[in-house]
Each structure stands twice: as structure tokens, then as C-alpha cells.
């Protein structure tokens, strides 16, 4: 269960009459996601169907039974989000085998070379995860996985061990997948890759980590019904980008938690940040960053906010010194850090979990992804394009050719 305070922190940075010009936009939004042209976004049926997931659940048992490795070749929303729950809900020690390696996310010739011979050795299965199967760096990294694979097993074996998720009927993949008769998922064409946890994108690899893809859909499907509070929290965003802070931390107080909001910076810059517009967000790990980047957020120029996550109940470790247990300790220093940091300039809304499971973690997605829509539909840009990211990659392969 997810818990929301979007007032203790914020109270003196937004007034009432700061939010009542926003009561027509809300009505109006909450009418397009209810029963409107955004209300697909509130169907488990368009993120992936009953079939695929009956597919995608079977499948995960074979892929644990015969791999080492299972290794995720894609780039931006197609791992990010996967590796956010995974990196979330696993043990820092002693994981689950199939070993869960990502690789296609940058272009270092030593990342390549030390992952190639590690796998020198190993059973593997490929999942390599693109819509238009021409990105840059997951197609690299498939062409030299490829050429490893095809060393090591023949062409009967790669039909059970090269797993393709793309496009249903477009691109180099889908008709790789035509040709070989290689295992395929199908990513929806309305689900752009940072939205796209949901799908088999998301839930293969984190079904075969281990989790329960079944809880974490129903975990989204609870969030559902929390629209008036996605709609609260982007227009609180809305209200304090006009009031100049221009820059928002995600900030979490459990390492496992880090690569969660890498997924939410993405999230959320890819869908507002357009037109000279949008919030730029970064993320902390606390305390950890109290003691690198807490001068700043305490003292520094005014432009920052805030959205806190934290986590109720954990394991149950006693300080005797203190005569409180570490985790209610860690929600001291979370309160207390946000009164500080409001006392000086920068206000904080906190986001709360009872605890981390997959549906809690499934709640927090789809509250996002909600969050991050209505905030672009405030801003008045689209939320489901990124023309900036193209630019980049038309320079490169314009130098390559």
C-alpha cells in the first residue's frame, strides 16, 4: 500500500489558491484517464495480454533450468525498468541462478570484452529487447553476442536460446524472429520503451529473477484507483516549476532502491522534458548523499524539491545505544531531513510503502507513469514522443556512414 503526504513538508511553498486555478484541469484530466482517450492506460490488457503472460510465465521455468546466464540486451526503457525491480526486491548476496546480466547499454569496448569471456564458459540464453531493432548500442551488442552464440551452439539450439521482444510486425528483429524461428514477444506499439515495465519487456526478465509478475500487475492494478493523487502530485510539481524550482531529487533511504529512481529520471525526462520545458530530475541514496550533495540541497541556490520514498517496515535490527530499532531510525533521519531541508529551502513530498514487496513495488510504477503523464499534459507537451533523443543519433550515424 502506497501512503501519500504531500503537505507537512510543502505546506509554506504552495498556498490554496495556488492549486485552485488547477480544479478545471483536473477535472478535465481525471475525465480522459477514467473514461476518455487515456483511459487504455487503465487496462492491464494494453501493457500485455492474458495469452503472452501465460506464455511469459511458462517460459520463465525453462529459461531457470537451462542457462547460467540469462543476458538482457536493450537500452533505456528497455532494461531500466526491469533492472529497477530487480535491484529492488533481490538479496545484496547469494541471488537466485539464472545470473541476470544487462548488456547494449553503452558503447565501452571493455564492458564487451570482459562480458564476452565471462560467458565463455557459461549455458546462456539472449534476450534482446528493441521495437525498431536498429539502436545503435543493443544492436551492437547483439551482432557480437550473436557471433558468440553461433560458436557455441548450432542453429536448432539458438531456436530455444535467443529470445526476441519487438515489434509484432515491423523491423530487423521482427523479421529475424520470421526467418529463424527464434521464441518472440510482442512490445504494444501504443507503450513507448520507459512505460513499457508492464509488458514482457519488464516482466520476462523479472520473472526469471524470481518474482512474482503476477503480484506486481496486481500491485498496478490497485494504482488504478489512485489518479486523484497522481493528479495532486503533478500538479504540486506543476505549481513549484513555476515557482523557479526547476529541479527535483528523487530521493530514496535504501540502496536497493538506486537504480528505481535511475527509472524515474528517465521517466520523467523523457516525457516532460520538451519544448524548453520540464523539471529536470536527479536522484540520492540517503544518508549516503546527506554527506555530498546535503550542503547543497540545504544551502544552496533555491531551484531544488524533493520527492522522498521511503519504506515503513524492514528487518528488525536493535541499536541498544539508542534503545530504537535501525529501521525506525532511518525514518527519523528521513523526517528530520525533510523538516531541515524545508527550514531551508527545499520542500519535500513523501511518498511512503508499507513494505517492499512486488505489489507495493507495482503500485509505485504505475502511480508514476500516471504522475509523469499528467505532469507533460500540464506543461502542455506530449508525453509519449522524445524528438530530442534522435539528434544525437542521427550525428553518429551520419559519421558512420
Not at 92 to 98: E, F, S, V
Amino acid at each position: 500500500m502506497i501512503n501519500f503526504d504531500f503537505h507537512k513538508y510543502i505546506k509554506k511553498y504552495i498556498k490554496k489558491e495556488d492549486k485552485i486555478i488547477y480544479l478545471d484541469k483536473a477535472k478535465s484530466i481525471k475525465e480522459r484517464f477514467v473514461s476518455g482517450d487515456l483511459s487504455y492506460w487503465n487496462k492491464l490488457d494494453t501493457f500485455i495480454s492474458k495469452k503472452e503472460l501465460i506464455k511469459l510465465i511458462n517460459l520463465t521455468d525453462f529459461i531457470k533450468e537451462n542457462c547460467d546466464v540469462f543476458l538482457v540486451i536493450g537500452i533505456g526503457g528497455s532494461y531500466m525498468g526491469s533492472k529497477a525491480v530487480i535491484e529492488a526486491l533481490s538479496p545484496l548476496y547469494h541471488r537466485k541462478k539464472p545470473e541476470i546480466i544487462f548488456l547494449g547499454t553503452n558503447l565501452t569496448a571493455e564492458e564487451y570484452y570482459e562480458t564476452i569471456n565471462y560467458l565463455e564458459d557459461k549455458k546462456v540464453i539472449v534476450n534482446v529487447i528493441s521495437k525498431s531493432g536498429t539502436t545503435l548500442e543493443p544492436s551492437i551488442a547483439f551482432s557480437l553476442i550473436m557471433e558468440m552464440m553461433e560458436k557455441k551452439y548450432s542453429l536448432d539450439e539458438l531456436k530455444n536460446r535467443i529470445i526476441i521482444t519487438t515489434d509484432s510486425e515491423d523491423g530487423d528483429l521482427r523479421k529475424l524472429v520470421n526467418e529463424k524461428d527464434f521464441i518472440s514477444f510482442t512490445i504494444p506499439k501504443n507503450i513507448g520503451g520507459r512505460f513499457s515495465v508492464f509488458t514482457p519487456v519488464g516482466l520476462l526478465p523479472i520473472s526469471v529473477a524470481g518474482f512474482n509478475v503476477a503480484k506486481i500487475l496486481d500491485g498496478a492494478r490497485e494504482s488504478f484507483d489512485k489518479v486523484d493523487r497522481a493528479i495532486e502530485y503533478a500538479i504540486i510539481r506543476d505549481i513549484l516549476y513555476h515557482k523557479h524550482k526547476y529541479i527535483e531529487s528523487f530521493t530514496v533511504y535504501n540502496n536497493k532502491l538506486y537504480y528505481f529512481t535511475e527509472w524515474l529520471k528517465q521517466l520523467f525526462a523523457e516525457t516532460q522534458g520538451k519544448d524548453s520545458k520540464g523539471i529536470l530530475p536527479i536522484s540520492c541514496v540517503n544518508t549516503r548523499d546527506l554527506h555530498s550533495l546535503g550542503q547543497f540541497f540545504q544551502d544552496g541556490s533555491d531551484i531544488i524539491f524533493e520527492t522522498v520514498i521511503g519504506i515503513d517496515k524492514d528487518f528488525k535490527i536493535a541499536l541498544e545505544q539508542y534503545d530504537i530499532e535501525l529501521n525506525n531510525l532511518n525514518r527519523i533521519a528521513l523526517d528530520k531531513v525533510a523538516l531541515a531541508h524545508s527550514n531551508g529551502h527545499t520542500p519535500s513530498n513523501i511518498i511512503t510503502i508499507d513494505e517492499k514487496n512486488e505489489h507495493t513495488i507495482g503500485e509505485l510504477i504505475y502511480f508514476f507513469i500516471l504522475s509523469s503523464i499528467i505532469g507533460a499534459i500540464l506543461l502542455d507537451v506530449n508525453p509519449f514522443n522524445q524528438p530530442g533523443v534522435q539528434d544525437y543519433k542521427d550525428l553518429i550515424n551520419n559519421e558512420l556512414k
